[in-house]
Nanobody
Framework: VQLQASGGGLVQAGDSLRLSCAASRRTFRAYSMGWFRQAPGKEREFVASVSFGGGRTYYGDSVKDRFTISRDNAASTLNLQMNSLKPEDTAVYYC?????????????????WGQGTLVTVSS
């Protein structure tokens, strides 16, 4: 199973950025998907997740009302629209798939991880 995240870059505070994650078609349709991030020197943090049908979404408190997760099952693509970016959003963002457990916010409950894409927000 391969997850390929893209879309990271350097932006200024207040800007928007859209991350994408491409997955194999067989994987994408069957699993919940999500995003985690890890800033330098910090623990990995849950960002958002979406159910396999797209009907249920969850967000971390720090990104709620600013980020939107979505999926296009026909295109096998997961997206993360990030608005009103802040310097504290600077991190490597990881695409994840196949949630097993009681909480999508726990990183160990996710089976597959992509390689990460770096987002840097300057003040």
């Amino acid at each position: 199973v391969q997850l390929q995240a893209s879309g990271g870059g350097l932006v200024q505070a207040g800007d928007s950025l859209r991350l994408s994650c491409a997955a194999s078609r067989r994987t994408f349709r069957a699993y919940s998907m999500g995003w985690f991030r890890q800033a330098p020197g910090k623990e990995r943090e849950f960002v958002a997740s979406v159910s396999f049908g797209g009907g249920r979404t969850y967000y971390g408190d720090s990104v709620k009302d600013r980020f939107t997760i979505s999926r296009d099952n026909a295109a096998s693509t997961l997206n993360l629209q990030m608005n009103s970016l802040k310097p504290e959003d600077t991190a490597v963002y990881y695409c994840v798939a196949q949630f097993i457990g009681t909480s999508p916010m726990v990183d160990s409950n996710w089976h597959y991880w992509g390689q990460g894409t770096l987002v840097t927000v300057s003040s």
